[in-house]
């Protein structure tokens, strides 16, 4: 069936560089895109989200890209902190889906000292 | 910044009884889910909730599992009959989901732990 995935499971980078997080996903129906950080014993927490009309979307610190021809989600983090430390969920809207959230299974990234 | 609040933040239960978890969503959203996360695992689809009726639901989301909004403030998750598989972290969110914003808003409660015993 349709599915939203990520391709690495656990990302480690140093304090400093900046990451990157990456996503697939296979509905081409999806009108909008969210990535989550999660922290151990805690609900989602909303970073930045796009919509399927966008290609770039900047926050603070973090850049979402789509690639709509691929069907690629990426993340982008500026100068990852140790406070980034966290699991990374895409997420997608399947459009008449009653706005539930098909989330992927998540990348866990570890920031380095 | 307004939030998701979900109570009990860890509820102990026995197989076979009735759990009820509890959610306040954000006062103006209309639209309102549960999710679950079993241990490890990702973040997974339970029931939409607008307008007073459920609007879609899952396979998880079988008899054993309704939805309350009884109060007009809080959201209710009942499972009547607890089974061992029933433990994870159940998430309720809301979104207030207006036409021309850019965003949903979709906002998640920190959780209840659920651990059948």
């Known amino acids: 069936g349709e599915s939203v995935g990520l391709h690495l499971p656990t990302l480690s980078v140093q304090e400093g560089d900046n990451s990157i997080i990456n996503c697939a996903y296979s509905?081409?129906?999806?009108?909008?895109f969210i990535w989550y950080k999660q922290e151990s014993g805690k609900g989602p927490q909303f970073i930045i989200d796009i919509r399927s009309n966008m290609d770039k979307r900047q926050g603070q610190r973090v850049t979402v890209l789509l690639n709509k021809t691929v069907k690629h989600l990426s993340l982008q983090i500026a100068a990852t902190q140790p406070g980034d430390s966290a699991v990374y969920f895409c997420?997608?809207?399947?459009?008449?889906?009653?706005?539930?959230?098909?989330f992927g299974t998540g990348t866990q990234l570890k920031v380095e000292l | 910044e307004p939030e998701v609040t979900q109570t009990p933040s860890h509820q102990v239960t026995q197989m076979g009884q009735e759990v009820i978890l509890r959610c306040v969503p954000i006062?103006?959203?209309?639209?309102f889910y549960w999710y679950r996360q079993i241990l490890g695992q990702k973040v997974e689809f339970l029931v939409s909730f607008y307008n007073n009726e459920i609007s879609e639901k899952s396979e998880i989301f079988d008899d054993q599992f309704s939805v309350e909004r009884p109060d007009g403030s809080n959201f209710t998750l009942k499972i009547r009959s607890t089974k061992l598989e029933d433990s994870a972290m159940y998430f309720c969110a809301s979104i207030k989901r207006d036409r021309g914003q850019v965003g949903y808003g979709y906002t998640f409660g920190s959780g209840t732990r659920l651990t059948v015993v």
């Open positions: 006062s103006n959203h209309l639209y």
């Open positions: 509905n081409s129906a999806s009108d909008y």
């Open positions: 997420a997608e809207i399947l459009t008449g889906g009653g706005n539930k959230l098909t």
